[in-house]
Each structure stands twice: as structure tokens, then as C-alpha cells.
């Protein structure tokens, strides 16, 4: 499910008509999180009996924010099934997903071609000018051929959904420029790999290389030498390979065929088996040849830097690499095919070091083996897979009655929140019951034992918990577990809300959801409330 992104959707004392020529665009600017966006949800209405398709499309700006150039992605909705004004509504129009990317100003452009002086669309828009601070409302009389701004009126509510944008960059790695990426030995955690271990990347060749020449992967081999992942031309019979030395000076190398291309993106693997000295390479999810038997028997370590995209000074790698990943265990066929084509959240068992290349060199797991970068490499956008994470979250919930005094309770298995919970026994953290705010500044009656006793709504009186944080934004299954004790009047009902970014425990935004079922959302923060109606 898609997650709230940009939005002003409160405040409306306006509105302004959309038909036949005259068009609208509303602005916005896209946080420090790249997002897709699935879908917008403008409060419209109809004015008349207008019939057909209300066109609603994403534009980028020129130099003065106005929109310009084509739809980035557009979708429609039918005009004839809005209420009638003064009666409106938040209507949601699909788009084809698209990619918005971080810190840049977009614009969300409506227009209706059937409109005509008495049948047109009702935009809700405010008075207040400046009213949303990242964008600016506009207008045009001639089909968005020009625009101006729209003099009197703040900005026109809506909101953006989309979902967080997985995998949208790689490095592009340059041999003539001698680029690539590093730690140092005295700075890295766990890639010393002196045990089983599993190497693998996403490449993409700009060139091959030839005679006596290669690229290297992955290694950790100066004057030292530990590991080295590579790929040799050797005169015309080109080799994957793996080099393993016990003791930082000579090296055994085991090899299997492989004849690449350029301009195609290849998932390769390779997994060393200490105790046997045998290395099993693969590509694109499938074993290339047999396991290969041959290599020492244990990893030296040695104080030279983990690397990226060359050894020794030499051989650099020429093209793309994407999702790299150093484990600390042998992994086997099905474990790199399930994993090979979706982004990993960096908390796997095993894993010592894990690189996305969206934009940065950070490393995603706790070891924080962040890497450096030389002679300034850049980053693509050309990527070998889009999509979700490995993992996601589920809870257990418990029957409840309903009650004015309610506990309330989020048990992810894996660990999380658990809010009023007398016995917490999943490893969550237990959270105070007098954290909870009213909502309006002030904190919750609490029945009891302030940690688990029993959160007393009255009428119309609502319990919000703090704003949780899980590290990182990903797609998760939320349950949100009731447990309600006493008899006094009315119904509490639950509500959720969360967002890829830090939002305060009394914030009128992100918008709140009743939660009724199981949901799923690309959420890094969350919070709860209970509402006694």
C-alpha cells in the first residue's frame, strides 16, 4: 500500500473552476527521500452536469516553478461520479508510478477538456497565499501553453502517494579514470571474512577487458593479500575468479568459464567453503560450472583496505555495480536467487557489509562499513531490478470488547512497540502508558500501574502514543492488537498513521487511519491512538 507523501490538505476556503481551457497546477517539492508516486487525491466537486474524463498529471518546472514539458505520468478520473458542489470529496486518481526524485519541485497539473461556463470541475483552494510554504498555485487560459499565477488564491489542497523508491541508482566506475571505493582496514568491521563467506554484486560491463588484463569485484589484497573476486581475460578464455591466501603472500586461485557482454547487467556470486578450500560460483542465479576445489583452508587477515572495483592498484573495473554484499557464511543456490533481484533491509544474519549505491556509500548494516570514494565516481540511474525488501514484520493480534478504557497494543514477533501490555513476552519495548498524549497538549488518565495499567478515555477524549521510529522505511504488515477492560460507555476506535519521515506525537499531519484490518506501508515512523465516539 502507498504511503502519504507531499500535502496540504486542510484550511480550504476557496475553490476555483477547472474546465475546457482554463487548466490548474499546484507545486510541491519533494523531500530529502526520492518516492514514487502511484497516485494524487485532490478535494474536488462538480459544478452542472459535466460529463467524461478530469485529466490530473505530473509535470516538471522551469526556472521559474511554472510546469512545463510533457506528463511525467498522468491518470483520470470519471467527472460525472464527484458530488455536487457545496458537497466534496477526497478523490484519489491512479497514476502510472513514477519516480519523483529528492529535493526537486514538481507540479500537479488538472485539467477537464469537456468543461464549458456551466459544467466544469470544483478545486478546493485556500486564501492564504504562502499558505504552503514548497509550492505555489497556477493557472491557464490557453490549455497549459502558458501560465501565471493564480493572484488571490493560496494553493489547492492535495496529496501525494507513492511508495519509498528502492534501487534507483548504481556507481559508474570509470578504468581510465582509476575510480573506485574503499574502507581501510582500521576503520572496517567484520570484512575480514576469515571463515565461510559469499561475495556477490550486481555488474554491468562498459568495456571487457583484454590479452593479460581483468576487472576486480570485490577485494581485500594489497601488500597483503586476503581475498580478491575478479574476472580475467586470459588471452581470450575469460575466467570468474576467486583468490584465497592463508598467509597474506601467495595465493591459490580457483576459476570457471564465463564469456560476458557489454551494456548487460549480471548478478554474480561466488561462495568459499573454508573447511572443504572450495569456492561455487554463480550468475544470474544459476552454478557455472562444478565447485571448484583448490584454495587454502583459512583466510589470512591482513591490515589492507576492503575495495571495490580494483586490486592492487591495478585492474580497475569498467562500468556499472550495483547492490554489493560481503557474508559471513557459505550461501546456497536458493538463498542468492531469493535475494539476488530485491533489496535487503541490512539486519540479515550473516551479513558483514552491504552497499545500495542509491546516491551514497553507505553501508546498510550495523557495522557501518561506510566506503570512500576515488576520483569521483558517479552515480546511475540505469539499475538491474526495482522493487521491495526481503522482509516484512507481522504482528498477532487478540480478541477485545469494547470499552470507554482501552490498552492498546503493536506486537510485531520480531520485536517493536508494545503499548499497555501487562506481560510483554515478543521482546518489544515496553512503552508507558503516561507518555500518551490527549492530543491538545496534555498526557492521558492512566488506571494503575503507569507502565501497564489501564488508559481511562472518556467521551470524545483520544489517546495518542510517542512516535516510534523502526531505522528504516520498508513494507510492513501492521497489527494493531486491542485489549479493553471495563464497562463504561461508548467505543474506542483505533486509528494508525506513519510516515518516511519524523513527524511530533501532536501533529495535525500525517493524516490518521481507522485501522480496521492487517495494513501494509513503507513506514519508518509510527504511531497509534485510541478515540472514545
Request: glycine share 10%.
Amino acid at each position: 500500500m502507498s504511503s502519504l507523501y507531499e500535502n496540504y490538505n486542510s484550511g480550504n476556503d476557496d475553490n476555483t473552476g477547472i474546465g475546457n481551457t482554463s487548466w490548474r497546477a499546484q507545486t510541491f517539492l519533494v523531500g530529502g527521500t526520492e518516492h514514487t508516486v502511484t497516485s494524487i487525491k485532490l478535494y474536488i466537486s462538480k459544478i452542472g452536469s459535466p460529463t467524461g474524463d478530469f485529466l490530473v498529471s505530473v509535470r516538471a518546472v522551469d526556472g521559474s516553478n511554472k510546469p512545463t514539458g510533457s506528463n511525467l505520468t498522468s491518470g483520470t478520473t470519471d467527472v460525472s461520479t464527484l458530488p455536487t458542489s457545496p458537497t466534496q470529496e477526497w478523490r484519489e486518481v491512479s497514476l502510472t508510478e513514477y519516480t519523483l526524485e529528492a529535493n526537486t519541485t514538481y507540479a500537479v497539473v488538472l485539467n477537464f477538456p469537456n468543461g464549458d461556463g456551466s459544467n466544469y470541475v470544483y478545486w478546493a483552494v485556500t486564501n492564504d497565499p504562502g499558505g504552503y510554504a514548497d509550492g505555489k498555485l497556477w493557472f491557464s487560459t490557453d490549455s497549459g501553453s502558458s501560465w501565471s499565477d493564480l493572484a488571490g488564491d493560496g494553493d489547492g489542497l492535495f496529496e501525494v502517494w507513492g511508495n519509498v523508491a528502492l534501487n534507483f541508482a548504481s556507481i559508474n566506475l570509470e578504468k581510465d579514470s582509476s575510480q573506485y571505493a574503499y574502507i581501510t582496514d582500521v576503520n572496517q568491521t567484520g570484512l575480514d571474512l576469515n571463515s565461510d563467506f559469499t561475495l556477490e554484486c550486481w555488474i554491468k560491463f562498459e568495456s571487457l577487458p583484454t590479452g593479460t588484463d581483468g576487472y576486480a569485484f570485490i577485494s581485500k589484497w594489497e601488500s597483503n593479500k586476503c581475498y580478491s573476486f575478479d574476472y580475467y581475460a586470459n588471452s581470450g578464455s575469460p575466467l570468474l575468479r576467486l583468490s584465497v591466501s592463508d598467509n597474506g603472500a601467495t595465493a591459490p586461485t580457483v576459476s570457471v568459464s564465463w564469456s560476458p557482454v557489454v551494456d548487460t547487467w549480471y548478478h554474480i556470486a561466488v561462495a568459499y567453503d573454508k573447511s572443504a578450500g572450495e569456492a561455487t560460483f554463480y550468475v544470474d542465479g544459476t552454478q557455472q560450472g562444478t565447485t571448484q576445489s583448490g584454495l587454502d583452508i583459512s583466510v589470512f587477515v591482513g591490515d589492507v583496505p576492503f575495495i571495490i572495483g580494483q586490486v592492487e592498484t591495478i585492474w580497475f573495473f569498467d562500468g556499472l555495480i550495483d547492490e554489493a554484499r560481503a557474508w559471513g557464511i557459505k550461501r546456497t543456490l536458493t538463498e542468492i536467487n531469493d535475494n539476488k533481484d530485491v533489496e535487503l533491509i541490512g539486519t540479515e544474519l550473516h551479513l558483514k557489509g552491504y552497499w545500495q549505491f542509491n546516491n551514497d556509500y553507505l553501508d546498510q548494516t550495523s557495522n557501518n562499513n561506510d566506503l570512500t570514494a576515488v576520483n569521483s565516481p558517479v552515480f546511475f540511474s540505469d539499475v538491474p531490478f526495482t522493487g521491495g525488501t526481503t522482509t516484512s514484520s507481522s504482528t498477532s493480534s487478540s480478541t477485545t470488547t469494547t470499552s470507554s478504557s482501552t490498552t492498546t497494543t503493536l506486537d510485531p514477533q520480531e520485536g517493536g512497540l508494545a503499548f499497555g501490555e501487562q506481560n510483554p513476552t515478543e521482546g518489544e519495548t515496553e512503552i508507558a502508558w503516561n507518555t500518551f498524549s490527549d492530543g491538545v497538549g496534555g498526557l492521558v488518565d492512566v488506571e494503575g500501574n503507569p507502565l501497564w495499567g489501564k488508559m481511562k478515555l472518556n467521551f470524545n477524549e483520544q489517546g495518542r502514543s510517542n512516535v516510534y521510529s523502526y531505522g528504516n522505511s520498508m513494507l510492513r504488515t501492521y497489527i494493531v492488537t486491542r485489549n479493553r477492560y471495563g464497562t463504561g460507555q461508548g467505543t474506542a476506535t483505533s486509528y494508525i498513521r506513519g510516515s518516511t519521515t519524523k513527524f511530533n506525537q501532536d501533529d495535525v499531519l500525517p493524516v490518521w487511519e481507522i485501522y480496521l484490518v492487517p495494513i501494509e506501508k513503507n513506514w519508518k515512523f509510527i504511531q497509534v491512538r485510541e478515540v472514545n465516539t
